[in-house]
């Protein structure tokens, strides 16, 4: 009975700190769920605001210190920059592209759309040939009894075109909004870096957080500039293809390009269908036509071979790993995804590394291996 005592007297003492603990820890998590309630909704645009941040924060300081220092200065005149260049020509593209399908149907529907008789050589194209061939057909002599006939998948095609429409309307309002958080964030950029490092060095240790704060940072611009620079440099390729190939409309399929490129989407998309009226309007010889096929096909899959070589640049982590994080989170998480990835997987193989590094048996097995020899 003496000897249960000390135990009893434990238990006795214990019982209510433990029960004090989880009563706190319960408390914290209910909080943390609530707060992840609340910032929810919003939590896509904050991290398209620090992603912004992170990749413009090299720009933004180079004019602060032309403008003497004037921080905010700076960060207005990045935010106002990037929304003329890319939100102003996005929002004609898109008006131009409402405009010519309100004018397709309004055609469509009067009957006076004007569909030139299919050439023979159409016949000819493999597989699709002879299909294509007897709806345009269709299309050149009845055209009311082909929409009539293709009613149900035109309404349906309809609704989708205007629920992508819709939905780009409110992604280019994120995104102002996300450029003009991240011009805030690169305001007070200094009290940023500050805090991530401070986070970095809770989480992971003052010996290593400054290290993984500088390749989160590299990690997030590396993909960044990487997407944006391979973007620009195809859409300037297939333009110029277009351009020489005296394809309609050169300009505004190299800017349709320019935003699928950045959403990860083949620019095959463009590239294929000019092809196809090079090789269907009959302005072209067969040795021309062979000509600017090659190049639009090169030119529409040089994203290819750029993205092994810009994405893994500056960074301490191997090129594949960058490629396969940002491939697997744009897989799962879409564009957004593709930064997360990315940082995440240089993240852990820098921790997987330092981990195979710092094995203890294999010190010691070095250090017995160098130890003098008993003569």
Partial sequence: MVSRLPDYEFERRLSPRLLDVLIRAGLI?????????????????????????VTMYPLHQWLARKLRGRQG???????????????????????????????????VQSNTLDIPAP???VREWPFVGERVYDAWSQAHTDLPGLVDSLQPKIGELARKALAMVASIGIGLLKFV????????????????????RAIFDRIIG??????????????????????LGIAFVQATLVGLALLIA????????????LVLSVAQVPALIVTVPAIIYIWSSGHYGSGAAITHTIVLLIAGMVDNVLKPLLLGRGVDAPMPVILLGA????????IL????GATLLAIAYQIFMGWIGSDPDAAAAVGTDDSPQAP
């Fill in 177 to 196: 909004a996300s450029f003009v958080i991240a011009g805030i964030l690169m305001a007070y950029g200094e009290a940023g870096t500050r805090g991530s």
């Fill in 206 to 227: 003052l010996e290593r957080g400054a290290a993984f704060a500088r390749l989160s940072t590299a990690t997030l611009r590396t993909v960044a500039q990487g997407v």
């Fill in 337 to 340: 995804g593709m930064f997360v």
């Fill in 327 to 334: 491939l697997g989170g744009l897989a799962t998480g879409g």
């Fill in 29 to 53: 998590a209910l909080l943390a769920v609530l707060c992840y309630q609340v910032f929810a909704p919003f939590l896509p645009l904050l991290a398209w605001a620090v992603i912004l941040a």
């Fill in 119 to 121: 050439r023979e050589r």
């Fill in 246 to 257: 005296g394809v309609p409309y050169a300009g505004v399929w190299a800017a349709i390009t």
């Fill in 73 to 107: 200065l700076a960060a207005v005149i990045v935010v106002l920059g990037g929304v003329l260049l890319i939100i102003a020509p996005t929002a004609l593209l898109m008006d131009s592209f409402g405009s010519s399908v309100y004018q397709f149907i309004t055609a």
